[in-house]
């Protein structure tokens, strides 16, 4: 029986566009003041300046060359932890002035709170930093989420294709593999969840249906559907 439910943000509770079109830019955009504001002011900041001076090989004293890297990884969509981290900073700054407003798509929101209502334990697994994820479910256009949700997981736990991640996952809730349920819209990753255990469902909000054997749903009532029937 299903009794948690660990889901990824974008593409399943809330729209790729708005990740791509909308948070990438602000981020892109706010940035660079952010960082020179910040870069000696700030330990965090600091801290992961030096994993992306580390990871690129760039001179860590050298902020302009570590903005041009991040700017980088924004644009190829790079899962880099502290690129993540920088970026949840920076549009912690958004959400607070009004300017960013968290996307939750309306079946989503509803199905989230039936589903605490109901008992069931919520989680959120993203490449997103956990700061970033509490932004976003706390800040949205749908209200504010976060008192439904009992825990966060980021890429601390590792890769989100990694079957060891869930794992880890699975080893801090103590709780039977097959009790999980994972929402996705990327089937590598339903298949490193399977691989731990977890049951799964693949959130394809738009085109045509994958022929699959994977449990398959347009949005979060289909999923409620499967919950009621195990
Ligand atoms: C927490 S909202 C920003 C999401 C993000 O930065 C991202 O890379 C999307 O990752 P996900 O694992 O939710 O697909
Ligand atoms: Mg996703």
Do not use: C
């Amino acid at each position: 029986m299903i009794r948690v439910i660990l889901t990824d943000i974008e593409g399943t509770t809330s729209s790729i566009s708005f990740v791509h079109e909308v948070l990438f830019p602000y981020a892109s955009e706010h940035l660079p003041a952010f960082v020179r504001a910040h870069h000696h002011t700030t330990p965090a900041v600091a801290e992961q300046l030096a994993i992306v001076a580390q990871k690129s090989g760039v001179d860590s004293k050298d902020v302009e060359a570590l903005i041009e890297v991040l700017q980088g990884w924004i644009s190829e969509d790079r899962k880099e932890g502290s690129l993540k981290a920088l970026q949840g900073m920076v549009w912690e700054q958004g959400y607070h002035s009004g300017e960013l407003k968290g996307d939750i798509y309306p079946d989503a929101a509803d199905y989230l709170q039936r589903w605490h209502d109901r008992g069931l334990r919520l989680f959120v697994y993203s490449s997103g930093s956990v700061k970033a994820q509490k932004l976003i479910f706390g800040h949205s256009n749908e209200g504010d989420f976060t008192p439904f949700f009992s825990g966060y997981f980021d890429t601390g736990v590792g890769g989100k294709k990694e079957a060891q991640s869930y794992r880890n996952i699975l080893d801090e809730l103590g709780v039977e593999p097959g009790s999980v349920l994972f929402l996705s819209d990327v089937e590598a990753e339903l298949e490193a969840a399977e691989q731990a255990g977890m049951k799964t469902a693949w959130l394809v909000r738009e085109g045509e249906l994958p022929d699959t054997g994977r449990f398959v749903a347009r949005d979060f009532a289909e999923v409620d559907a499967l919950l009621r029937k195990r």
